[in-house]
């Protein structure tokens, strides 16, 4: 395979993301873990440029690392005060795990590459790589409609297709914001020591 | 084009990773960040089929557009990306919550359910 600039940075933040994955596993201490885990997701919004989903980078930017691992930094933060039993990772010394592990990705790598996995047609099929001009239906004669970028699109099919998906996120966020609430609430005419 | 197998291999070392992470960890707070390692896994492999494969899925979506690549896939790793968020807010919570009663965040500690 040709070294081309996509294959270059496949490799690059395939790298990272296994790098960033191995930090949060062996890391020591939980703070260096939770790094390693914003590195980590970083290099998957890289593979979602390089897989022409860019409202998808985006999302995983704004909602991963700045939603998830800043919760996560909060909680490590938060725990600290309170002493350091939470802090410390104890060496992994498991090799029953690793043998789990390693049967399950052998045995799925092996179904998993076994199957001849059909590959659509190329043509019409550039719209995420920035080629816009090439699938603007007036090059074909058609009616103009508005550019159909990647954004567009998802939210065209959010909104009219997978509305009903769009309605279950907002309710399953609802409840999980109240019972995360309710959770940490303290109890009526329990001690505010801590 | 990095073709889609490459993929698959990249999926499989990070859920591995996760995977393992996961079973031989004993911090609660690091076993759900080995959790979200294991879904960003599962979304790569989400995004990387949509590529190939979102046309032929559900090419009915649209009315007026014919050949466009419908997002199917990366709906759902919106959905999942969504349902990360509402798990990560959750754990944390119960974390905490243990945190508070037992002063500890180890797995093996918590077994008030045991026996």
Redesign the interface.
Known sequence: MLLTPEVFHFYLWGGIILVGGLGVVFSRRVIYSAFSLILSLFGVSALYVLLTAPFLAAVQVLLYIGGIAVLILFAVIVAQQKGGGILYNTQPHSPWALLVVLVLMISMGRILTSIQWPVASVEGRTMYNLQISQIIPQARGEEMLTPQTNTYVIGLSLSRTYVMIFELMSVILLVAMIGAIIYVRKEEGESGSD | ??P???????A??????????F?????L??L???M??MV?AV??LL??F???????V?RG??M??R??????G??M???S??????????G??????L??HL????VDEVNWLKW
């Open positions: 084009m990095v889609t197998e490459h993929y698959i291999i990249l499989l070392a990070l859920f591995g990773i996760g995977a393992y992470g079973m031989s960890r004993r911090n707070i690091t759900l960040m080995c979200e390692l960003n979304n790569i995004v990387a949509n590529r190939n494969w979102g046309l032929e559900t979506a649209f007026q557009a050949d466009v690549q419908s997002p199917i990366q709906i790793v919106i959905f990306i969504t349902i990360a968020v509402a798990e990560a807010g959750i944390l919570g119960i974390i905490i919550l945190y508070r002063k500890t965040a180890e």
